[in-house]
């Protein structure tokens, strides 16, 4: 894989329903794994600057701890309040049993 993208996670490393937090370049992100589909989102809830890595997996969302906004793995919409602001969705691939992801530039979101 050419850079920007880099190497954060195997793939037998994140059950389907879990995920892991990463670091790269100093800034935390979210690989999930939705039925065998990987997500990045930014590991910071839109309303607090909270870690989502604190909150769980819903199904293709995640649910912040501290309020309890979730946030769609896919768009980054927030889906309840107090959340009003979409969190960042990252490009990933998956190539070799490895997952891929470009910090360069969030994902468009839809």
């Known amino acids: 894989m050419e850079p920007p993208?880099?190497?954060v996670t195997t793939t037998s490393a994140i059950q389907s329903g879990k995920f892991i937090r990463v670091v790269v370049e100093e800034r935390p992100y979210i690989i999930a794994n939705v039925d065998g589909q990987f997500y990045a989102v930014e590991d910071t809830c839109s309303h607090e600057d909270y870690p989502l890595s604190y909150g769980c997996l819903d199904g293709d969302r995640i649910t912040c701890?501290?309020?309890?906004?979730?946030?769609s793995l896919k768009t980054g919409a927030p889906l309840d309040e107090p959340?009003?602001?979409?969190?960042?969705t990252f490009?990933?691939?998956?190539a070799d049993g490895w997952v891929w992801l470009d910090p360069t530039h969030?994902?468009?979101q839809s």
Do not use: Y
């Open 65 to 71: 701890s501290l309020h309890g906004s979730r946030f």
């Open 83 to 88: 959340a009003e602001t979409p969190i960042q």
């Open 5 to 7: 993208f880099v190497a």
């Open 91 to 94: 490009k990933l691939a998956v």
């Open 106 to 108: 969030p994902a468009a």
